[in-house]
């Protein structure tokens, strides 16, 4: 079921959709416990977060993400976790208006973790697929620059807005602080075109303290508007269509596809700072 060498952070408060403050998950193949998981947090160096995105069970996200940290193993010299949180709804896809207070939070426990248990000094990544990207940029956005150093944020099919790295935008701060982070995206992604605007015009409604409504920043990668500018540390790979690359396509729980694959060799190339990681794919 697992790979053993990537950790399971878990934000869902067991048996409930309610965001957690985080535990590590085991199981009797691991051959570890808790509490050795968390004093391997505190003793790395280096550590990868991988999170899923949104209407995703937490066996599917769990599952998922150890394949995808599997793949990403060979070019990564450092501790992987794998981040489940409580992204799916009782209502299904659509939910997704009220999930992003979920992930909202899951951002602001991950940045407490990382806050308590990680050294100071320590490097680190972020892999995410969909809303995942706003799990761990709103992770990013509270943390002390000065205490770490923020090396790669990758995020795949980004259920965020495209211009949310513009100056004085939301994670404006974030691209600033980290050394680079990578946008992969696709037109192919219907789930994006369609739901996403319809679903950010009811959350930004439901959440105006915060949100604007906008486009999706993995369907076309950043967008300057209002004469601001995307930060020039915002590296953004377009996946070229024909074939169509859809929502589904980056991660899998399941057999991967040509598709999946091409995703893992691509965030396997950023994780590995390659100055020029691209999507390849024999599809």
């Not at 995206?185 to 219907?190: F, L």
Request: proline share 7%.
């Amino acid at each position: 079921m697992a790979d053993t060498s990537v950790l399971q952070l878990s934000f869902r408060v067991p048996a409930s959709r309610a965001v957690g403050p985080g535990m590590f998950v085991t199981y009797p193949e691991d051959g570890r416990t808790p509490d050795q998981c968390w004093r391997m947090l505190q003793d790395a160096s280096r550590v990868l977060f991988l999170v899923h995105g949104f209407n995703v069970s937490w066996e599917s996200g769990r599952d998922s993400l150890r394949q995808l940290g599997v793949a990403l193993l060979p070019a990564f010299d450092g501790l992987v976790i794998a981040v489940t949180w409580p992204g799916d709804s009782g209502l299904g896809p659509l939910g997704y208006p009220f999930e992003g207070r979920d992930a909202d939070d899951t951002g602001l426990a991950l940045a407490t973790i990382i806050g308590t248990h990680v050294r100071d000094g320590a490097e680190l990544s972020f892999v995410t697929h969909s809303l995942g990207a706003r799990v761990a940029l709103e992770a990013c956005r509270r943390l002390d620059p000065d205490r770490w150093l923020l090396r790669e944020v990758c995020v795949t099919a980004a259920a965020v807005d495209d211009t949310c790295f513009n100056a004085e935008a939301l994670y404006s701060g974030v691209a600033a602080a980290a050394r680079r982070t990578t946008v992969l995206a696709s037109t192919g992604d219907r789930v994006l075109q369609l739901a996403y605007p319809a679903g950010d015009l009811v959350q930004s409604w439901l959440f105006r303290w915060k949100d604007t409504a906008g486009r999706a920043l993995g369907r076309r990668g950043p967008r300057n508007a209002g004469g601001r500018l995307t930060s020039p540390k915002v590296r953004h790979e377009q996946i070229p269509d024909p074939p169509p690359v859809g929502h589904g396509d980056y991660i899998t729980s399941g057999e991967p596809s040509a598709f999946h694959l091409a995703c893992y060799g691509f965030t396997r190339q950023v994780v590995a700072g390659d100055p020029a990681p691209a999507w390849r794919t024999t599809a």
